[in-house]
């Protein structure tokens, strides 16, 4: 699972998908958005995503369940 924190979404996950950014997602082959989180403010992302990062694998798995218990891509749902 890869979380992360950005100001555009479409654009992260297209380059994502696209592996047109090294790291994790191109080496591990994460490109499906299963759970995303809209915040106002960068510092609230930021300080959500620290807190996530934190947490067991059975958490992380319990929250994208709950919102998407499929674990459907969400991507054409975003883009439409």
Avoid: C
Avoid at 44 to 63: D, M, S, T, V
Wanted: charged share 35%.
């Amino acid at each position: 699972m890869y979380v992360g924190v950005t100001s555009d979404l479409i654009k992260r996950i297209h380059e994502h998908k696209n592996n047109l950014t090294k790291g994790f997602t191109e080496k591990y082959h994460v490109h499906n958005l299963v759970y995303y989180e809209m915040h106002g403010e960068i510092e609230n992302a930021i300080a959500r995503e620290k807190q996530i990062k934190k947490w067991n694998r059975a958490w992380k798995l319990r929250l994208i369940e709950e919102k998407n218990p499929d674990w459907k891509d969400l991507y054409d749902e975003i883009i439409s």
